[in-house]
């Protein structure tokens, strides 16, 4: 199916217009427009442009698409029709990406196509709770309202993961400086050491002897340890996209200290967020299930909800479904039972979600008071390990000379 960008007459609105079909030739084309009393006036076919450089910049950032949503949702309120409303996004649109696919996504509205099914061609950009809030907005009559949720819930997201990226940061830049402070002093400092050592006649420490020979292995064959390094970074980075080393690293940060609390209460923010979104916007309890597992990503969680997903298919209560599973915290299926009881689960949904983003604020800020400490100490023992291995020595050739 080709793509015609066209400029056109509107007769019902008596204006110049310039837009975007989809259709399999320029006549099929024309009489699509024609149907909708738009009168062509010029008609070309846009060449799709492949390679390296056109898949650059290709992500869509979360706050693009949460403007886009609110754009789309304001404009639909309004009573414009839906082309027009995607064709003002369009030229507002400063993202290039976005706006070429807004732009696709015009052609294939304007060819028949729903939105919801425009949206799906683009998993990049649309995920699944994109495309399931827009289906069910389509066929409830409620897209506004439903693009007006899925924009809240976007940002909730977003706001939670940048908390957590930047718990990240410190312990990252303090790791790092203290990386290159052992990277200077065994380049540096050290080799010093063993030239006065040498010049002396005095046989060096055992610890100072090791950070010599790993001064001189990185000095001689510097080539050989970036290598290692790069080749162990390659196979890591494919290791962690394959079945096992996914299922090891979400498990890992399940279980790992200090940090798995913060990861187990995140993922029941999202998955109860995400869960309550759908089914506000009449999402069917079995595919909000789904879409909900997907969001939580990872893989532990996600076949755990699963299971329960499994379990109400055949009947049982979704309270019921939940409960007893290892990383499904307990509060979860107990505030679901309360709406299962009350007939809102949606609205207990969200405030399990409330509650849960309230918690992952208090996890972060707990972590940043317990890292200072931990990494403090570290770079304390680091400090000690080079002291007792460059400073002393040469206190005690002080003390033999005099």
Not at 121 to 126: D, T
Not at 160 to 189: D, E, N, Q
Not at 316 to 344: C, D, H, R, W
């Amino acid at each position: 199916m080709l793509t015609f960008s066209y400029t056109a007459r509107d007769t019902a609105a008596n204006k110049i217009i310039k837009s975007r079909v989809q259709a399999e030739t320029e006549a099929e084309a024309a009489k699509l427009l024609m149907a909708q009393n738009i009168v062509p006036l010029n008609m070309e076919v846009e060449t799709e442009k492949k390679g390296f450089f056109a898949s650059l910049n290709s992500r869509v950032p979360t706050k693009e698409k949460v403007i886009f949503s609110r754009q789309l949702s304001t404009l639909v309120n309004a009573g414009l029709p839906l082309v027009q409303s995607l064709t003002t996004i369009e030229e507002q649109t400063a993202n290039k990406t976005l706006k070429n696919v807004v732009g696709q996504v015009i052609g294939d509205v304007n060819g028949g196509s729903s939105l919801a099914d425009s949206f799906v061609k683009y998993p990049k950009i649309f995920d699944q709770i994109f495309i399931a809030l827009v289906r069910a907005g389509e066929a409830s009559g409620t897209l506004d309202k439903s693009l007006e949720r899925l924009a809240d819930q976007q940002e909730h997201d977003s706001d939670m993961m940048s908390k957590v990226k930047g718990a990240m940061v410190y312990p990252a830049i303090v790791l790092v400086a203290i990386l290159g402070v052992i990277a200077f002093m065994l380049l540096t400092v050290v080799p010093q050491v063993e030239k006065l050592y040498h010049d002396m006649g005095q046989e060096l420490p055992f610890i100072t002897m090791i950070l010599v020979q790993a001064a001189n292995f990185i000095t001689n064959f510097w080539w050989v340890v970036i290598g290692i390094f790069a080749l162990g970074v390659f196979f890591f980075l494919r290791w962690i996209k394959t079945e096992p080393g996914r299922r090891a690293i979400d498990t890992f940060k399940l279980n790992v200290p200090i940090f798995s609390g913060l990861f187990r209460k995140l993922y029941m923010a999202r998955f109860s967020r995400t869960l309550q979104t759908l089914l506000q916007s009449g999402v069917p309890m079995l595919e909000a299930l789904k879409i909900g597992a997907d969001s939580v990503n990872n893989v532990i969680v996600q076949e755990e909800i699963m299971r329960g997903q499994g379990k109400v298919k055949n009947g049982k209560a979704l309270s019921v479904s939940l409960t007893g599973e290892p990383y499904i915290m307990e509060f979860v299926p107990q505030m679901i039972k309360i709406g299962e009881q009350s007939g809102n689960i949606d609205t207990m949904v969200g405030k399990v979600a409330d509650f849960y983003e309230k918690e992952v604020d208090t996890a972060i800020k707990g972590i940043s008071t317990a890292i200072e400490p931990i990494l403090m100490v570290c770079m304390a023992g680091m400090a000690g390990l080079l002291v007792g291995a460059i400073l002393m020595p040469i206190y005690g050739l002080a003390n033999t000379a005099s």
